[in-house]
Every structure is written in C-alpha cells, then in structure tokens.
C-alpha cells in the first residue's frame, strides 16, 4: 500500500471453517438443526468480544467504586 501500512491475512479461522461445515450439512440434509444452531459459529469472534467487553466494563466498575471507597475515607 501507498502509506506504508501491511494487512496480513490469517485465513479462515477455527469459527469460519466450523461454519462452513455446518452450513454444509444442513445443505445436504444430514443434520435438520435450526438455522440459529447452524449459524451459531460465525457469532463466536462476536461473542468472544461482546463477553471480554462485559468483563473489562465490570472490572472497571470495581476498580471505580474501590476508589472511590478509598478516597472518601
């Protein structure tokens, strides 16, 4: 690129290639889940993100009300 800047990819991932999969064989009747179930692993990075985003938010809070706490005293 112009500005100096690089992308590498790292392929499909361990998620994507499981929702390749699933896709595949709802597609050929093996399985009969629901479409919820079988789309299920393309959510995983999201929701990996969504649950270490509760958790920093919560860990913050904590930290804030101790502080608080602390400089109150």
């Known amino acids: 690129m ?9 392929g499909i ?5 499981l929702g ?5 064989l ?3 009747k093996v399985i009969t889940w629901n479409w919820w179930f079988v789309l299920m692993p ?5 929701v990996a993100l969504a649950i270490f985003i509760v958790t920093m938010i919560v860990f913050l ?3 804030m009300v101790q ?7």
């Open 20 to 24: 390749i999969v699933f896709i595949v």
């Open 61 to 63: 809070g904590i930290a």
């Open 42 to 46: 393309l959510y995983g990075p999201l």
């Open 26 to 28: 709802k597609l050929c």
């Open 13 to 17: 991932g361990f998620f994507g290639l």
């Open 2 to 10: 112009a500005d100096g800047i690089t992308v590498k990819s790292q």
């Open 67 to 73: 502080h608080h706490r602390e400089r109150n005293r």
